[in-house]
């Protein structure tokens, strides 16, 4: 079987015994992140050295270019709300998107954010900060933010929407800080050297 995957990391598969059928969809310069919004089918591809969000048509492969921050790392959707979050690396900055109109507003963050989670049940937003040992918590309805204190070098975020629990990888200090949505509570559990990534299962 061949198996080719786009610029963007878009990879179509036929049955098992066919060829995979690709195309290919330009982005902007370093695409580093990509997330999917299933409900208006467009996909959006945070381009690291072009400060520039990628929106692809996933009907047609049409694409348009947003500008952001400096430095993007990480974007996120909310399908309910229909507004794509980019944390800006570079620019201590979170570029929130609107997905009908590709209007943008800029929600400052802590310093060096790099992931970015949503939980689409309670319309907040996570993002790690890496060089500020901490997450901020952005309302999804107002903007408004609030800081929690993680460990040294949060990396990565990932959420459980069922039970509102974030769980954050600190690559710097070995352990996950695990933060109560309902109260941004936390607690800390020990991991191996180095984490920098999270899943979470919510069944």
Known sequence: MKRICLSVLVCLAATAMADWVTATVPAGSYPYSVA???VTNKIYVANRDGN?????????????????????????????????????????????????????????????????????????????????????????????TATVAAGTQPY?????????????ANSGSNNVTVIDGATNATTTVHAGSYPTAVA????
């Open 156 to 168: 990565r975020v990932a959420l459980n929407p069922v039970t509102n629990k974030i769980y954050v």
């Open 52 to 144: 520039s969000v990628t929106v692809i048509d996933g009907a047609t492969n049409n694409t348009s270019t947003v500008a952001i921050g400096t430095g993007p790392r990480a974007v996120a959707v909310n399908p309910v709300t229909n507004k794509i979050y980019v944390a800006n690396y570079s620019s201590a900055s979170v570029t929130v998107i609107d997905g009908a109109t590709n209007d943008t507003t800029t929600v400052r963050t802590g310093t060096d954010p790099w992931g970015v989670a949503v939980n689409p049940v309670t319309n907040k937003v996570y993002v790690t900060n890496y060089h500020g040992n901490s997450v901020t918590v952005i309302d999804g309805a107002t903007n408004d």
């Open 36 to 38: 999917l919004n299933p």
């Open 200 to 203: 979470v299962n919510p069944v």
